[in-house]
């Protein structure tokens, strides 16, 4: 089945230790979004790739990298976990024509729970 | 900035029952919208999609309807059950070419036998 899969399921790191969050993709989509979910609250957007191209969102933090080495994969790289950064860790895919509204369905992973001690 | 707001933020139902979700969004110029599903500690898992020319989509026990001059959507179960039990989210796209989403909290949904 064509999915999204995420690695690993959970993750616990220390304060400051880098982390690495890994998601691939077996849909061919071109668009890889990640999101960060708090406890309770709504998924919040950190940043996407159109094919090869990276769009941060304004309030991302510089602590937040990513990387699309390949259509399949995309990474989240935390460079100095604080314990503010301890959430869910959406990916998400789309299928994007690259015109205004021709947007189609996001499909999400099983999302990767960071644990920061 | 959108802002999208799901009421009520939690919902306790006994099995059986029909229920309505509701989300409402602060700015009407979006093209679409988006219902999912999420267990806990689990991922997303997308129910229904409106698109901006639909006013509702509908699928087995789920229906969704959009309003957009009201900024409004609801999601209906109808005849609930245990299994039902999750958190429900809305979100919309505001059109851009990626479609970049927001979210609302969601409402959390328990069925009890």
């Known amino acids: 089945d064509a999915m999204v899969i995420q690695n690993p399921r959970y993750q616990v790191t220390q304060f400051g230790k880098p982390v690495t969050l890994s998601c691939s993709q077996t849909l061919n989509h071109n668009v890889m979004y990640w999101y960060q979910q708090k406890s309770s609250q709504a998924p919040k957007l950190l940043f996407h790739?159109?094919?090869?191209?990276?769009?941060n969102e304004a309030d991302t933090p510089d602590n937040f990298q990513s990387r699309r080495p390949n259509t399949s994969f995309c990474f989240l790289d935390i460079r100095s976990p604080g314990l503010g950064d301890a959430a869910m860790y959406l990916c998400?895919?789309?299928?994007?024509?690259?015109?205004?509204?021709?947007?189609?369905?996001?499909?999400f992973g099983p999302g990767t729970r960071l644990t920061v001690l | 900035k959108q802002e999208v707001t799901q009421i009520p933020a939690a919902l306790s139902v006994p099995e059986g029952e029909n229920l309505v979700l509701n989300c409402s969004f602060t700015d009407s110029a979006i093209y679409n919208l988006q219902w999912f599903r999420q267990d806990p500690g689990k991922g997303l898992t997308s129910l229904l999609l409106?698109?901006?020319?639909?006013r509702e989509q509908t699928s087995g026990r789920l229906n969704a309807s959009l309003d957009k001059s009201s900024g409004r959507s609801t999601l209906y179960i109808a005849a609930s059950q245990p299994g039902d039990s999750a958190t429900y989210l809305c979100a919309v796209d505001r059109g851009s070419t990626l479609g970049r989403l927001y979210f609302g909290r969601g409402t959390q949904l328990t069925v009890w036998p």
């Open positions: 409106i698109q901006s020319s639909q």
């Open positions: 790739y159109y094919d090869k191209d990276f769009n």
């Open positions: 998400a895919t789309s299928k994007s024509a690259g015109t205004i509204g021709s947007y189609n369905e996001q499909f």
